[in-house]
């Protein structure tokens, strides 16, 4: 979730590791919120697209606790994560 500087560099290396990775960002393009330049912003998009990196922009999330600690210590809490696009679908 999200396409920060660190979100795209691990899900680049995932997808070289043989991965199905999707980035799901609210904006319509990569690092809008930071006036980075369009044109650069596509490229690097274009790039990771290449690596197997896929993109769902345009994207709000909601997110449900389903169950906050497992049964034993190792066990991850539950999530459940709802998309739409930002017009509310």
């Not at 210590?73 to 539950?78: A, E, G, Q, T, W």
């Amino acid at each position: 979730l999200g396409a920060g500087v660190i979100a795209l560099e691990m899900a680049q290396t995932f997808a070289t590791f043989g991965s199905d990775v999707t980035v799901i960002q609210r904006s319509e393009r990569l690092f809008q919120s930071k006036g980075v330049d369009k044109e650069a912003a596509k490229i690097l998009q274009m790039a990771l697209e290449e690596d197997g990196v896929m993109f769902l922009t345009g994207t709000t999330k909601q997110v449900t606790t389903l169950r906050s600690r497992g049964d034993g210590p190792d066990d991850f809490p539950l999530l459940k994560f709802i998309f739409g696009n930002n017009e509310g679908g």
